[in-house]
């Protein structure tokens, strides 16, 4: 079951990455942000794009390394639970106006977060 849990995980991470690297600009549309510059487009390759492809090669060591399995796996689930906190005091700050994309993002994050924290 954890290699299920890991490698879904690994999955949603490789193709945020992916998507990010490829095209950044479509990956933040859904938040109303425009990339205007060749500077912005790049922050989110980094960020999004070799960020996630980053963590899902960590997951992918981990699927296949017992000794290193508990360490990447809990390290993305807090991660993730972080990512899903920085949602919730944002939203105490500033209320979404819809539920997509944030409160969407928000589920997943915890969902994974949760799932990879039982899955060790």
Do not use: C, K
């Not at 079951?1 to 490789?14: D, E, H, L, N, P």
């Not at 990956?27 to 942000?33: E, R, S, W």
């Not at 996630?52 to 390394?65: P, Q, R, W």
């Not at 409160?103 to 969902?111: K, P, S, T």
């Amino acid at each position: 079951m954890s290699q299920v849990v890991i490698g879904v995980v690994m999955v949603f991470f490789a193709g945020m990455g992916i998507y990010g690297l490829i095209s950044p600009a479509s990956l933040v549309a859904p938040f109303g942000t425009a990339l205007l510059s060749a500077d912005a487009r790049n922050e989110v390759r980094a960020v999004y794009g070799g960020f996630g492809l980053a963590v899902a090669a960590a997951l992918a060591v981990a699927m296949h390394d017992v000794r290193l399995r508990v360490g990447v796996t809990t390290t993305v689930a807090l991660a993730l639970a972080g990512m899903a906190a920085g949602r919730i005091i944002s939203m105490i700050v500033e209320r979404p106006s819809r539920f997509y994309p944030t409160v969407l993002y928000l589920i997943v994050e915890a969902a994974l977060a949760a799932a990879l924290s039982a899955a060790h």
